[in-house]
């Protein structure tokens, strides 16, 4: 089993890292660049940092921010996402140092640009985010949602999930709005749902609160990797904590 990555999430909205509950009711949650060189210096993995409100507003992502997070991180593998819409987007955050992009609202509207992506960037560098809320209308009991968790597709997680693998998506990051800042749990009935229908790393999302939640993530939902916001831009663990938690209990960690 390859070692699992431990990834905290940026959120950012008004230049500021935020987080909610449900996708809505923002608390601030500090500086960027701050929470950078923190989790950069306390042994985070990668960072990811979320433009969340840019596809609402209809822009860009803030290349500023990724610039400055990512001079902050000195190195540390930073996923980006928000408001990409082209390949031409994805360049210009990777020539200020991001390692990699993320898609969602835009690979649903145009799904070739996954496929132009992965050939144009490497498919490593191109991860799909797929939010998801619970329809039991659909096969798989999931639907994906964009605009920031606005919009309803009638699209089936775990085939879009099939569908991004196959377009040459290097990694997929699935977040439960149902879960979403709740601390109550990753949705592991969602994630092993995608982590098991694909073969390409999937990262869980979205309710991580206690220790066990990140074992759970791993053992119950079939994740390589673990996203969480709230419980470390609030402190309540660090992720030396969080690693040492998971190695007791037979996960490989990165040290």
């Not at 490497?122 to 606005?150: H, P, T, W, Y």
């Not at 309710?207 to 079939?222: K, P, Q």
Request: net charge negative.
């Amino acid at each position: 089993m390859e070692p699992v990555k431990i990834i905290p999430c940026l959120d950012m909205k008004d230049g500021r890292v935020v987080k909610g509950v449900h996708f809505v009711d923002l608390r601030d949650a500090g500086d960027p660049v701050e929470n950078a060189r923190y989790y950069r210096e306390s042994g985070a993995d990668e960072l990811a940092m979320l433009d969340i409100a840019a596809t609402v507003e209809g822009r860009k992502t803030r290349i500023a921010w990724a610039r400055q997070v990512a001079d902050a991180l000195e190195g540390l593998p930073l996923t980006v996402g928000g408001g990409i819409r082209e390949p031409a987007d994805m360049e210009d955050l990777f020539d200020v140092g991001v390692s990699k992009v993320s898609v969602n609202s835009a690979a649903v509207a145009r799904p070739e640009l996954v496929a132009e992506a992965a050939r144009q960037f490497g498919g490593k560098r191109i991860v799909v985010a797929i939010d998801g809320r619970r329809n039991d209308e659909l096969s798989s009991g999931f639907e994906v949602m964009v605009s920031g968790g606005q919009k309803a597709t009638g699209i089936d997680c775990v085939e879009w999930a099939k569908r991004c693998e196959s377009l040459g998506a290097g990694t997929l990051l699935p977040t439960s709005m149902d879960g979403d800042g709740t601390q109550d749990g990753y949705d592991l009935p969602f994630t092993r749902a995608i982590a098991d229908a694909v073969d390409v790393p999937v990262i869980a999302s979205g309710g991580a609160g206690t220790l066990e939640h990140f074992y759970e993530g791993v053992a119950e939902g079939h994740a390589s990797a673990l996203l969480a916001a709230s419980v470390f831009h609030f402190r309540t663990f660090t992720i030396g904590q969080v690693k040492e938690y998971l190695a007791e209990r037979g996960i490989p960690v990165l040290h």
